[in-house]
């Protein structure tokens, strides 16, 4: 038989029930929210990316030191908005990790880095595209970049419909990749072949499974 007792019992046991299960959320967001902060920054990212080949030329770029002094940091453009987004991107890029620790090719290694950069850009540039390039956004509206000459206003007006950003702004702040259409992977392990002194075809032999 309930007795007014018992049901005050439940929710009062419910009720607490809920109280710590709402400090837990709260304390997991919280956690979630610090973690995806630190897991955006310039510093978190570079414990494997390759200075040269990643943070040099954005250091050089635009993007770091513009003249009104906003800086995009890697997780501006790289990481979506919003903690539960944040939160999935992080997870996602914990297949960065698991290359970084099983992949038969040595991201350390300048020259293997080198060679594989391509398919990372491509890869990055399929990101970007796959959100309709939305981090760019954060910063920049499209009605609102005007250039200095007129032509750049109509372009992004006319031409941008339905386009990404990525698809006509590439190679904004690493080293240049060029894209997926012009890219040619011979030219492109003769080039790594000059920069590190390698015999000719080194560069095929080492990307070879
Ligand atoms: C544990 C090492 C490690 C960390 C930390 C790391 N990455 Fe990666 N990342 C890799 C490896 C390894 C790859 C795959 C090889 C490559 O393409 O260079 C990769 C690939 C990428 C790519 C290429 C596209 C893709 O999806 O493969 C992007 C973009 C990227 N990482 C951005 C970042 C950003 C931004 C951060 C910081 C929020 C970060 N990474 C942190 C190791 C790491
Ligand atoms: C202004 C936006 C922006 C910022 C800031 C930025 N990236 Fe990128 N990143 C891109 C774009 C766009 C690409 C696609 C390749 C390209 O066209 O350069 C890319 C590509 C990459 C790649 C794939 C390999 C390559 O070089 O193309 C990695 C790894 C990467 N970014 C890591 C980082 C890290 C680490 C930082 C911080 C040091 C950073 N990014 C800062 C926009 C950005
Ligand atoms: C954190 C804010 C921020 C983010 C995110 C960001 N930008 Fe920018 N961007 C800037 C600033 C600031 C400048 C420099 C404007 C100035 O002061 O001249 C700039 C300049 C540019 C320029 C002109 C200069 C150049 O280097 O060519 C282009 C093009 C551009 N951004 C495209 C992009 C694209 C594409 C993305 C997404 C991949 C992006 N931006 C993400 C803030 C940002
Ligand atoms: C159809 C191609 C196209 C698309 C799509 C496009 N842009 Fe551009 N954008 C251009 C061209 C071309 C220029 C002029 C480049 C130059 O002068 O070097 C330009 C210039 C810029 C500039 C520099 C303006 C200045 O002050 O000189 C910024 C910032 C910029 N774009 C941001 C973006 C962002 C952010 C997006 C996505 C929301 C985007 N663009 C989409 C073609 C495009």
């Known amino acids: 038989m309930s007795s007014p007792f018992n049901i005050l019992f439940i929710t009062r046991n419910v009720l ?7 400090f837990g959320g709260m304390g997991f967001i919280l956690f979630l929210i610090e973690f995806d902060h630190h897991t955006s920054s310039e510093e978190f990212c570079t414990t494997c990316h390759s200075m040269e080949l990643v943070a040099l030329p954005y250091r050089q770029s635009s993007h770091y030191n513009p003249e009104s002094g906003v800086r995009a940091s890697c997780g501006d453009c790289h990481v979506s ?12 890029g914990s297949k960065d990790l698991f290359k970084q620790l099983f992949s038969s090719v040595d991201y350390d290694d300048p020259v293997e880095n080198l060679l594989h950069l391509p ?6 540039r399929e990101w970007f595209r796959a959100r309709q ?15 200095d000459r007129p ?9 941008s419909g339905g386009k990404s950003c990525v698809d ?7 080293r240049p990749v060029p894209s997926r259409k012009t890219f ?14 390698l015999a000719t075809g080194e560069a ?3 990307l070879a499974p």
């Open 16 to 22: 607490i029930a809920l109280v710590i299960g709402g």
């Open 81 to 92: 908005e919003g903690v539960l987004m944040a939160t999935w991107d992080h997870t996602m």
């Open 119 to 124: 398919q990372a850009a491509f890869a990055a």
């Open 133 to 147: 390039s939305s981090t760019c956004s954060r910063c920049h509206t499209l009605e609102a970049i005007m250039g």
């Open 151 to 159: 032509a750049i206003a109509q372009i992004h007006r006319e031409e």
């Open 168 to 174: 006509c702004h590439i190679n904004l702040v690493h």
């Open 184 to 197: 040619n992977q011979e030219r492109w392990n003769r080039m790594v072949e000059e920069e590190f002194n």
């Open 204 to 206: 095929a032999k080492r």
